[in-house]
């Protein structure tokens, strides 16, 4: 009872029980102390220790694993060091909490020191190594062990496979005495990160029988792959399903956009649990509900919406900030309020996605009044809130509001900047026209800068037509980016703006992305969309319309004298756009 109680945080009555014991023995004692390091209460497990009349080594082990798992590796090797006789699980404990902490040089000077070693010691090692990607050494390791067991076999697969070394976690998956179903399911995650699926599905047929990780971790990977029948087929043939299995599938629907099916699958879950006796969990309708953000799928997330208040999960606040960045990814900010209004006690995750949805929406001032009501509430802003604010503040053309929340960051807060902080601050600058602020802002950053630094830079330039700044920030961003075609097509219009029709010309034909893959008529329209010059090429496509400007479908793009060059271009295989210094395109 003791430690059922204290294993579930309940101290109090766990000590009164202990208290009324009339006879305590050591197993009394440690389970106690169990109870306090193993839910990270220390101070409470040092007051306890220090009151125990006879302490063995398992008290002591306790209270090294409890440091261990706070990452206070001075107090758990002081603690160690005090052991008077300690055994293989002193050795072990201390040395998984140098290898967690990244601290493996003292890893192994521990293991080399043990004055007796079983196979639980080599695995801890082996792994050591595996979780700081030196598979070398694991090898070598590995290689010396004097047994084995699974353990043993499936951390150098899942090493192995960490590093891509695909080949190689084969063979010892072959050599393998006994194969288990966790060393199995490793090698099929490798394959299905390098999109080996065939090579995924042998291993997957040579399971006898398959566990749900072994199964959700198949069907997963052909998701991935958008191989949605096989998924399907698996999926059907699954016995036993648990929500990880249901979620896979409706979030692999939702992020393809086929919200129709996610939602049939989310119906089909819910009527299934039902007939179980169980129902869906919050992490499946915030799952669900994620998938309608993604795609703005209004009506369904509604739908689910509406399942939540059945399923009596309306007061669950995973649920609730899920359904204030569905509404606010959907454009329907008062509802994301109203859900927001209604949460008895918001975190700060709840504040983040309701600022997050001001600043998608283009309510910079609304965002502003929620950051003050935050404070006034005692919620402490983290870094998100401020990505947020402040790309509220860039939105709505709030400069000075902007740049006084960027130094308080620092000033008040003491928050470490990240790169995402100095692109809205950039962006926000060059909203306002203040390309040199912006630019000494990037020149002053002592942080490694992202894409999102140069990319608010060169969109910026591209505004208000600062050519030269622009260059600059278009070869610092193409080196983070040399394949986004984007980056070339905007520095390629800021040439055309100029007039300067030759450097036009040499971006477009060295740059010109591959397109031969996409189908035939929607690669044209791509490039056509991606390439050219706005309303003056679109009116020049439909020769019997010039009219047409917005829109131009598939039909009138195919029967155009421009998507007919395109499409035979690009069915040769030749670069289309060398076919624009000819007619109609004289400009060019």
Not at 368 to 396: K, R
Request: with cysteine; net charge neutral; charged share 25%.
């Amino acid at each position: 009872m003791i430690a059922g109680y204290a294993k579930e945080g309940r101290y109090d009555k766990a000590k009164r029980l202990f208290d009324e014991m009339p006879i305590k023995n050591l197993v009394s004692w440690n389970s106690m102390l169990k109870g306090y390091t193993q839910n990270g209460e220390m101070r409470l497990a040092l007051q306890f220790f220090n009151e125990m009349h006879e302490r063995n080594v398992v008290s002591w082990n306790l209270m090294v694993d409890g440091f261990v798992g706070l990452g206070d590796l001075d107090f758990a090797w002081e603690y160690f060091k005090k052991i008077p006789e300690p055994n293989v699980v002193s050795w072990v404990t201390m040395l998984s909490g140098f290898a967690k902490n990244g601290k493996i040089l003292e890893a192994r000077k521990l293991f080399d020191q043990m004055p007796t070693r079983n196979v639980v010691s080599w695995n801890a090692m082996i792994s050591a190594y595996v979780q700081n990607c030196q598979i070398d050494e694991a090898s070598k390791l590995f290689d010396k062990m004097p047994e084995r067991d699974s353990v043993s076999w499936t951390a150098m697969i899942n090493g192995l496979v960490r590093v891509g070394k695909l080949d190689e976690a084969r063979k010892i998956l072959n050599k393998m005495p006994y194969k288990n179903i966790a060393a199995q399911t490793a090698m099929i995650s490798g394959y299905i990160q390098y999109n080996k699926m065939d090579e995924a599905r042998k291993i997957f047929d040579e399971i006898d029988t398959h566990d749900v990780v072994s199964w959700n971790t198949m069907i997963a990977g052909y998701t991935h792959c958008r191989r949605m029948d096989e998924a399907v087929h698996l999926f059907k043939k699954m016995v036993v399903k648990d929500i990880v299995s249901w979620n896979i599938m409706i979030t692999a629907y939702a992020q393809m956009g086929q919200m129709d099916r996610a939602l049939k699958i989310f119906e089909e879950m819910g009527e299934r649990n039902l007939h179980d006796g169980k129902k869906p969990d919050q992490s499946a309708f915030a799952s669900g509900l994620s998938s309608c953000a993604i795609v703005a799928a209004l009506q369904v997330g509604r739908q689910l919406h509406h399942l939540v208040v059945k399923s009596g999960y309306l007061n669950d606040l995973l649920i609730c900030n899920a359904l204030i960045t569905m509404y606010s990814k959907c454009g329907r900010i008062s509802e994301a309020e109203h859900v927001f209004n209604g949460i008895d006690h918001a975190d700060i995750v709840s504040w983040n996605s309701l600022i997050g949805g001001y600043a998608l929406n283009g309510c910079g001032k609304e965002a502003l009044q929620l950051f003050q009501e935050m404070a006034l509430e005692g919620v402490v802003p983290d870094q998100v809130t401020f990505i947020s604010i402040l790309s509220a503040c860039s939105h709505a053309g709030l400069t000075d509001q902007g740049l006084e929340l960027f130094q308080r960051m620092t000033q008040v807060y003491g928050m470490e900047l990240l790169a995402e902080h100095y692109a809205c601050i950039v962006d926000l600058l060059g909203r306002a026209g203040r390309l040199d602020e912006a630019f000494e802002i990037v020149k002053g950053i002592k942080i490694k800068v992202n894409a999102g630094v140069w990319g608010a830079l060169l969109a910026a330039c591209r505004t208000h037509k600062n050519l030269e700044l622009g260059k600059l920030a278009a070869q610092k961003l193409l080196e983070f980016e040399p394949d986004k075609t984007s980056n070339y097509v905007l520095l390629s219009n800021m040439h055309a703006e100029a007039g300067r029709w030759s450097e036009v010309q040499e971006y477009r034909k060295r740059n010109l992305p591959t397109m031969l893959e996409l189908p035939e008529v929607e690669a044209a329209r791509r490039a056509l969309e991606e390439h050219c010059l706005g309303k003056m090429i679109k009116k020049a496509i439909i020769a019997d319309d010039p009219k047409v400007v917005d829109g131009i479908s598939p039909l009138d793009f195919e029967s155009s004298i421009v998507g007919k060059t395109l499409i035979s271009a690009l069915r040769k295989g030749k670069n289309p756009w060398l076919q624009l210094d000819s007619p109609p395109f004289p400009s060019f």
